[in-house]
């Protein structure tokens, strides 16, 4: 594996990683960027913490130069200790890999990528020490979504259905016509036991899966089917069941008026969190629903909330948490399952976060991906450490704007009087019990500011 130093910079603290947008005063960027920057910019992706915290994984996009073969945009593999030094890349261009997912002990980091010239996505798995990607599943057509089982040894991964008949002859003959709504293949649930290579089927063939929860003691899941692969019915017609791993059952869980998202099992396996519409008409999945594992109505946690829930996760077995979208800003919030009382965790200033995680010990991961080509996104967390993700390869980012990359030193497990001061920088806290320092006084994260000198 190789390494690169990123100029890190380490004070312990502790307890959450993110990837975040921070922004740059827009005078600053039109001073000295150019179309060349712009179209060279390297994003950060996906991001996983270790169970342990100690490492974190992350995607890094990276635009093919202009002597490269026209094509989509290479998406490295990259680990970073917590604890300081370089980091190590587990994959890099011309490679591209995604999806990074870290096995419940800690000691292999998953991902997805086409590799030994196998047309096909599967699952691959690296040593947390380093070492070469090995094959973890044999999917005869492809992985498209996966997830780790709760004790490591298993796999479930989804997967379309096998073309038609005299499908590929077609095509070889010529005629490659496409028509809409025709030769829509089902996606199918799959379970493969990663030490004896057997693949349990645990949908029908006659479902298309959209999503799927391994239950926490990985006895079965919860997943999100419709009766048609089409694009209206991941839209409007999903339904929840449960099913066991082996495929010995197959039940509805509840009833759902309109649009879902994500959904979550409570630690304790009890209770399952999604967010839905509160009806057909709503425009969008964003309210945060809670239901028994026994089935019944669900119940909606968020009937007032002035915001759209775009993900959804557990603190712990009482407190959901949730990354919402208020206007123009985005934040992470929890509400208690028994009585629905809401706290802002973090947000709500200039970072723009789009998805959350946890590691081993329940702290959250947050990530987000661009939506300036003027604000790349940055990696942060809980450890006041920070690096850059490398400036554009043919010059320098201009003073004040570019890629941040921040640890916040704040417990996500909502505490009295820890809450979001908008008078502080970047979404910081005003200390507290949580936090530390004098009362009232902000603590914000301490980040890499770009330069213009080249790496």
């Not at 509805?252 to 009806?279: C, E, H, Q, Y």
């Not at 009295?416 to 920088?425: E, K």
């Amino acid at each position: 594996m190789k390494r690169m130093n990123h100029l890190v910079t380490i004070t312990r603290a502790a307890v959450v990683v993110l990837a975040l947008i921070t922004w740059a005063p827009v005078a600053l960027w039109a001073q000295a960027i150019t179309p060349e920057h712009v179209v060279s910019i390297e994003q950060v992706g996906a991001v996983a913490m270790s169970p342990d915290g100690n490492t974190v994984a992350y995607t890094l996009t990276k635009p093919r130069g202009a002597d490269e073969p026209f094509g989509r945009s290479r998406s490295e593999l990259w680990l970073m200790p917590t604890g300081g030094g370089p980091a190590i890349a587990v994959l890099e261009a011309p490679r591209s890999g995604g999806s990074p997912r870290w096995s419940p002990d800690g000691n292999v980091l998953a991902f997805t990528t086409r590799l030994d010239q196998d047309p096909r996505t599967q699952v691959y798995g690296v040593a947390s020490t380093g070492g070469n990607p090995r094959l973890l599943t044999h999917s005869p057509l492809g992985v498209m979504a996966y997830a780790w089982s709760p004790d490591g040894r298993s796999i479930a991964y989804t997967a379309r259905e096998p073309e038609a008949p005299g499908a590929a002859a077609r095509r070889e003959r010529g005629d490659d016509v496409q028509v809409a709504g025709e030769g829509i293949r089902h996606v199918r649930l799959w379970v493969e036991n990663l030490e004896t290579g057997a693949i349990t089927s645990v949908t029908p063939d006659d479902r298309t899966v959209r999503s799927f929860a391994w239950r926490p003691d990985g006895s079965g899941f919860a997943i999100q089917v419709t009766d048609d692969g089409d694009i209206d019915a991941g839209y409007m017609f999903r339904r929840i069941y449960v099913a066991g791993a082996g495929g010995t059952r197959f039940d509805r869980l509840t009833d759902i008026r309109g649009k879902l998202g994500g959904m979550a099992w409570s630690p304790d396996g009890r209770t399952l969190a999604f967010i839905s519409a509160v009806s057909m008409n709503d425009p969008l999945a964003q309210s945060v629903f809670v239901v028994p594992a026994g089935g019944g109505e669900p119940v909606n946690l968020t009937p007032g909330y002035e915001g759209s829930a775009l993900s959804v996760g557990w603190l712990d077995s009482e407190s959901v948490y949730f990354l919402a979208a208020e206007g123009t800003r985005t934040v992470l919030s929890s509400v208690d399952s028994d009585d629905g009382e809401i706290e802002r965790l973090v947000g709500g200033g200039a970072e723009i976060m789009n998805n959350v995680s946890l590691d081993g010990r329940h702290r959250p991961v947050r990530s987000a991906e661009a939506s300036s080509s003027a604000s790349p996104p940055t990696i942060s967390g809980s450890r006041d450490w920070s690096w850059p993700h490398r400036r554009p390869s043919n010059g320098p980012v201009p003073t004040g704007g570019g890629s941040r990359a921040c640890w916040y030193a704040r417990s996500m497990r909502p505490q009295a009087n820890a809450t979001p001061s908008p008078s502080c920088p970047t979404g910081g806290l005003k200390a507290s019990a949580m936090t530390g320092g004098p009362p009232g006084a902000c603590t914000p994260p301490r980040c890499w500011q770009p330069t213009a000198t080249p790496y």
